[in-house]
């Protein structure tokens, strides 16, 4: 199985930023596309962004034009830059791929915005 290593969450107060990286341990078909979802107290799991080895990325609407995901695919990284953070991004951010069963998921890493 692929791992999947989160790194940078932590805590921001809104209108602030935050860089959310995620390391692939090796590549797979399933890392041809690589993303976040995001899971909130309360709240339905909500994938937000999205990008395959052509840099084709794709963005729900509550991150559109704050966030920018972007992919180092030789380092088979993928980066998630969060501007304007606002207090409804508070959550636990997952990295994931095209298929959880080669690459489950890992603990994610918390997001609180205040």
């Known amino acids: 199985h692929v791992q999947l290593v989160e790194s940078g969450g932590g805590s921001v107060q809104a209108g602030g930023s935050l860089r959310l990286s995620c390391a692939a341990s090796?590549?797979?078909?399933?890392?041809?596309?690589m993303g976040w979802i995001r899971q909130a107290p309360g709240r339905e799991r909500e994938g937000i962004a999205f990008i395959d080895d052509h840099g084709r990325t794709n963005y729900a609407d509550s991150v559109k034009g704050r966030f920018t995901i972007s992919k180092d695919s030789a380092e088979l990284t993928v980066y998630l830059q969060m501007n304007n953070l606002k207090l409804e991004d508070t959550a636990v951010y997952y990295c994931?791929?095209?298929?959880?069963?080669?690459?489950?998921w890992g603990q994610g890493t918390q997001v609180t915005v205040s």
């Open positions: 994931v791929t095209l298929d959880s069963d080669d690459a489950p």
């Open positions: 090796t590549y797979t078909y399933s890392t041809y596309c």
